[in-house]
């Protein structure tokens, strides 16, 4: 799968963390007055990598990607992710997600800290400046 980035999308927090590439920028309220398939539709490609932080101490926290292909999805265990300034590759089993990003300089930064945070080890991080 390969796709265009038009926005990305960067949160931490204290629950967990969580980095979207959306091929079609948010229609935040405009949605508002969408059925659910007109809102499905507007979706596009994107790739969603999150990660939980555990409420409790009995707890273990869970790191997890997404496509709009729900055949693309599931916890991030045994992975390859190469980041550079123009693209974000993910390898996973036998697929290869390739996006085009052109993210800020303040995005691009926040890419290279939050990614690893997400992974936490369990995959391998590649960062190309």
Do not use: W
Not at 42 to 67: A, M, V, W
Not at 102 to 111: A, V
């Amino acid at each position: 799968m390969k796709f265009d980035c038009k926005e990305i999308s960067i949160s931490d927090e204290e629950l967990g963390c969580q980095v979207t590439f959306s091929e079609t920028p948010d229609l935040g309220a405009a949605t508002e007055n969408m059925t659910f398939k007109e809102i499905e539709e507007s979706i596009g490609k994107y790739l969603l990598f999150q990660r939980f932080f555990p409420e409790e101490d009995y707890d273990s926290d869970n790191s997890y990607f997404e496509t709009h292909d729900e055949n693309l999805c599931g916890n991030i265990e045994d992975f390859k992710i190469k980041l550079s300034r123009h693209s974000l590759k993910l390898l996973i089993d036998s697929e290869i997600i390739d996006v085009s990003i052109n993210p800020t300089d303040f995005e691009y930064s926040e890419l290279k800290r939050i990614l690893p945070i997400i992974i936490n080890n369990h995959g391998e991080l590649i960062i190309v400046d």
